[in-house]
């Protein structure tokens, strides 16, 4: 069965600061990796996916994540934090191609960004 | 295009009541999700639909329906609510290239009260 791990709850980061949302996986064959962000009350928005090709992803919002084969992790990361990119941020892991395929979401990281 | 849409966005069920929770894409996807966000559980799947007229048990389906009578609207059916599911529901939307499920595109959200 795959499955997402999302291993902190809560990450505090000052506003200008490198920040990082860590995320690590488990499935069979290879994988295709999502962050999505969720901003109160408002549902889910993609920004940014992996399939294949460079390990290295850029997506919305100035965000990047790091697919790391070997330690089977995604990672988001941001150069320089802002206050508006506080909010709840998932992974999400599917299985290869072919046909339907779940996907599963770790339970979030809530990340706030000081001023 | 309006993207995912859901109908309401806020109710109050008492124990035994039944309701049908409405979402409409604009964006001609084949696949059709419905998923409940609960507290550090992150989204699970209720059921899915491939295409019109097709759905599928995701992992939490027991004390919902559904039904995908028309490609744009994915109906959830609660026939006799209880409080467990008092939930955020989300519903997404996702289109298939070349046989493959990609980005989802959720909803803003239905927050559920029963009482």
């Known amino acids: 069965a795959q499955s997402v791990a999302q291993p902190e709850d809560q990450v505090k980061v000052a506003e200008g600061n490198p920040l990082t949302v860590k995320c690590t996986y488990s499935v069979s064959g290879n994988p295709y990796l999502f962050w999505y962000v969720q901003y109160p009350n408002r549902g889910l928005q993609f920004l940014l996916k992996?399939?294949?090709?460079?390990?290295l992803v850029k997506g919305s919002y100035g965000f990047e994540a790091e697919f790391n084969k070997s330690q089977t992790s995604f990672h988001l990361k941001k150069p320089s934090a802002l206050v508006s990119d506080s909010a709840l941020y998932f992974c999400?892991?599917?299985?290869?191609?072919?046909?339907?395929?779940?996907?599963?979401f770790g339970t979030g990281t809530k990340l706030q960004v000081i001023p | 295009n309006a993207g995912v849409t859901q109908t309401p966005k806020f109710r109050v069920l008492k124990t035994g009541q039944s309701m049908t929770l409405l979402c409409a894409q604009d964006?001609?996807?084949?696949?059709m999700y419905w998923y409940r966000q609960d507290p550090g559980m992150g989204l699970r799947l209720i059921h899915y639909s491939v295409g019109e007229g097709t759905t599928a048990k995701g992992e939490v389906p027991d004390g919902y329906n559904v039904s995908r009578l028309k490609k744009q609207n994915f109906l959830l059916g609660l026939e006799s609510a209880a409080p467990s599911q008092t939930s955020v529901y989300f519903c997404?939307?996702?289109?298939?290239?070349?046989?493959?499920?990609?980005?989802?595109?959720f909803g803003p959200g239905t927050r559920l009260t029963v009482l």
């Open positions: 997404a939307s996702s289109y298939v290239r070349t046989g493959n499920t990609d980005t989802q595109y």
């Open positions: 992996y399939i294949t090709g460079d390990n």
């Open positions: 999400a892991v599917r299985g290869p191609s072919g046909g339907y395929q779940k996907v599963t």
């Open positions: 964006m001609n996807h084949e696949y």
